[in-house]
Each structure stands twice: as C-alpha cells, then as structure tokens.
C-alpha cells in the first residue's frame, strides 16, 4: 500500500521533530521511529483504527501523544494529519475539501 502525506501533515511530522529534538537528543529520532511503526501498522490493517469521520481514520501512536487521521484512496493511505492529541481537536477537518479533492 502507497502513504501519501497531505503537505500540512508532513510540516507537522516536521515540526514535531524539531521540537522533540530541542528537548533532547535522539528524542526526534524516537518519535520518527513510532512515526514509522503507526504507519507500518496502518499500512498492514487499514481498516483497524477507530473511523473518526466517515472514511476517515485515525490511529494513535504507541509512545507520543499523537494521533494519525487518514483516510484510504484505492490502494493509497492519505495521512491528513499527524494531529497532537491535547491541542485544539478537529483542526484538521477543512483539509479534507482542499486537499483531498
């Protein structure tokens, strides 16, 4: 299965890493690492997590406080999202007209 990030969600990866990173060594690294796994996860079972809108998904990271909203396109994970879980909920719903389209 092909991932597929929406430019704003991979910003957010970004960011997230960079702060991580200022934080303490290595921890960027870490939350790629769980980035990674979610994805891997996802990628395997793509129907598992939790349907949030309709045939919009999120699944939440193992060790950071994250949560992965996508949505499935064919044969193509389209993460939306790499939304922290204790800040403002649902930011990431005007995304699904402008970029999914």
């Keep these: 299965m092909k991932i597929r990030f929406l430019k704003l969600a991979q910003s957010e990866v970004d960011d997230a890493v960079e702060w991580y990173d200022s934080q303490s060594q290595d921890l960027g690294t870490r939350f790629l690492d769980d980035l990674d796994r979610t994805i891997r996860r996802i990628a395997a079972f793509p129907l598992?997590?939790?349907?949030?809108?309709?045939?919009?998904?999120?699944?939440?990271?193992t060790r950071f406080p994250y949560g992965l909203i996508y949505g499935i396109d064919s044969d193509t994970l389209v993460i939306i999202a790499v939304a922290h879980l204790h800040r403002k909920p649902r930011?990431?719903?005007?995304?699904?007209?402008s970029e999914m389209e």
Aim: glycine content about 0%; overall charge negative.
């Design 48 to 61: 598992s997590c939790t349907e949030i809108e309709p045939d919009i998904r999120r699944c939440l990271l």
């Design 91 to 97: 930011y990431w719903i005007d995304r699904l007209h």
